[in-house]
């Protein structure tokens, strides 16, 4: 049973779902009805209290979730902007690699592949002091296979040999 609506995931006008997840849910209610346009719900006795609200979260959602078909998810965007609550518009990969956090906390790393094509990619999970790991290509298939044989020990000779018998690349 739902018992905090403003932990909940609710669906735009345009087909797009917003998450809110404020835990401590009587807290931000009033900031979430005055940016939402519904200051009136603040004093409605059937969410004026924490106890109240709780015990009414079906209800509070299913108001919410009124509102939040009303308009766009960047209809949304703009008028929960100045919220002090935590919440987010669902995105797709592409929308999260282009996200403002995303770019600032530098999870997409620059690299070139050997043909000397651009290309992002997520950048390692860990830092060490305080720097990313800066990626950088995979190798090509086989394309360093000749040069490991040769440190192996094997004569040119050999590495053909084997080649010719379908034993490596």
């Given at each position: 049973?739902?018992?905090?609506?403003?932990?909940?995931?609710?669906?735009?006008?345009?087909?797009?779902?917003?998450?809110?997840?404020?835990?401590q849910?009587?807290?931000?209610?009033?900031?979430?009805?005055?940016?939402?346009?519904?200051?009136?719900?603040?004093?409605?006795?059937?969410?004026?209290t924490?106890?109240?609200?709780?015990?009414?979260?079906?209800?509070?959602?299913?108001?919410?979730?009124?509102?939040?078909?009303?308009?766009?998810?960047?209809?949304?965007?703009?008028?929960?902007?100045?919220?002090?609550?935590?919440?987010?518009?669902?995105?797709?990969?592409?929308?999260?690699?282009?996200?403002?956090?995303?770019?600032?906390?530098?999870?997409?790393?620059?690299?070139?592949?050997?043909?000397?094509?651009?290309?992002?990619?997520?950048?390692?999970?860990?830092?060490?002091?305080?720097?990313?790991?800066?990626?950088?290509?995979?190798?090509?298939?086989?394309?360093?296979?000749?040069?490991?044989?040769?440190?192996?020990?094997?004569?040119?000779?050999?590495?053909?040999?084997?080649?010719v018998?379908?034993?490596?690349?």
């Amino acid at each position: 049973m739902l018992r905090n609506p403003l932990v909940k995931n609710y669906l735009t006008k345009d087909g797009r779902w917003l998450a809110i997840n404020c835990l401590q849910g009587f807290f931000y209610w009033a900031p979430l009805c005055e940016a939402i346009g519904r200051p009136d719900l603040i004093t409605d006795e059937r969410f004026s209290t924490h106890e109240t609200l709780m015990e009414n979260a079906p209800t509070a959602a299913e108001i919410l979730a009124e509102v939040f078909a009303d308009a766009t998810a960047d209809e949304w965007r703009a008028r929960l902007q100045d919220f002090v609550g935590q919440w987010t518009m669902v995105q797709d990969t592409l929308e999260a690699a282009r996200d403002p956090q995303s770019v600032a906390n530098g999870y997409l790393q620059p690299c070139v592949t050997s043909e000397g094509n651009e290309f992002e990619l997520v950048a390692a999970p860990v830092q060490f002091d305080e720097v990313p790991a800066q990626p950088g290509r995979s190798p090509d298939f086989n394309e360093h296979g000749d040069a490991i044989l040769e440190e192996l020990g094997l004569d040119w000779d050999t590495v053909v040999d084997l080649k010719v018998r379908g034993v490596t690349a």
